[in-house]
C-alpha cells in the first residue's frame, strides 16, 4: 500500500480566495491523481499529474481554475482559484503503486462560504 | 453519462450473513475494476480488484464477481461484520488509471 498524507485536512474558505492542497506520499511514485468528491456525489478525477510535465485534466475541468503541480516523485499541489461555494467539495490526491491499484489519501474538507 | 452505476444506495444485512453490492458499467474498454470502502472523513480505502481477463478474485471475507458479457460485477462480503459498514464504491478504468467511480452504495451491518 501507500501512506499519503494531506493538508490541510479541512478549510473554510470566502468565495473568490484560492486554496493550495498538499499531498504527500511516503515513497516515489509515477502518477498521482486529484479527484473531487462533491456533498451527495461520487469521485470525479480531475488531473493527472506525473512529474517533469504538465497535469492533464479531464473534461470539464481546466488548468486556471486548477492548477497542479508535481515537482517531485513524492509530492504534488492542487491549487482551487477564485473559489465559489460550487468548488464546496471533499478533494482527494490517489497514487498508483501496481498496474491494477490506486490508493488514496485522506481527503481535503474544503467549504467556500 | 454514467458509466458506472450502483443501483442501490444502499443495503441493510444483518450480521453474520452475505453482504452483495452490485454495480453495472457500459464502456467495453473498461479493463480493471476495483471496490473501495470508505468511512465519514476519510478517504477510500482499497479493498480488492479485478481485470478482465478474470471472472473472480477472492481475499479473504471479500470476493469479487465479473460478467463481462452483462457488464456486471460484484462484490461478496462473507460472514459480514459491524465494522463493515461503510459506503462501498466501485470503480472501473481503463489500463487502472483513470479511475470511474460509481455513485456508492451504503451497507449497514446489524447486530
Known amino acids: 500500500s501507500a501512506v499519503i498524507s494531506q493538508k490541510p485536512s479541512r478549510d473554510i474558505c470566502q468565495r473568490g480566495t484560492s486554496l493550495t492542497i498538499q499531498c504527500q506520499v511516503d515513497s516515489q511514485v509515477t502518477m498521482m491523481f486529484w479527484y473531487r468528491q462533491q456533498p451527495g456525489q461520487s469521485l470525479t478525477l480531475i488531473a493527472t499529474?506525473?512529474?517533469?510535465?504538465?497535469?492533464?485534466?479531464e473534461s470539464g475541468f481546466v488548468i486556471d481554475k486548477f492548477p497542479i503541480s508535481r515537482p517531485n516523485l513524492t509530492f504534488s499541489t492542487l491549487t482551487v482559484s477564485n473559489m465559489s461555494p460550487e468548488d464546496s467539495s471533499i478533494y482527494l490526491c490517489?497514487?498508483?503503486?501496481?498496474?491494477?491499484?490506486?490508493?488514496f489519501g485522506p481527503g481535503t474538507r474544503l467549504t467556500v462560504l | 453519462d454514467q458509466q458506472v452505476k450502483q443501483n442501490s444506495p444502499s443495503l441493510s444485512v444483518q450480521e453474520g450473513r452475505i453482504s452483495i453490492l452490485n454495480c453495472d458499467y457500459t464502456n467495453s474498454m473498461f479493463d480493471y475494476f476495483l471496490w473501495y470502502k470508505k468511512y465519514p472523513a476519510e478517504g477510500p480505502t482499497f479493498l480488492i480488484s479485478i481485470s478482465s481477463i478474470k471472472d473472480k478474485n477472492e481475499d479473504g471475507r471479500f470476493t469479487v464477481f465479473l460478467n463481462k458479457s452483462a457488464k456486471h460485477l460484484s462484490l461478496h462480503i462473507v460472514p459480514s461484520q459491524p465494522g463493515d459498514s461503510a459506503v462501498y464504491f466501485c470503480?472501473?478504468?481503463?489500463?487502472?488509471?483513470?479511475?470511474?467511480f460509481g455513485q456508492g452504495t451504503r451497507l449497514t451491518i446489524n447486530p
Open positions: 499529474a506525473n512529474q517533469g510535465s504538465e497535469a492533464t485534466y
Open positions: 490517489s497514487v498508483d503503486r501496481s498496474t491494477d491499484t490506486q490508493y
Open positions: 470503480a472501473a478504468s481503463v489500463g487502472a488509471q483513470k479511475l470511474v
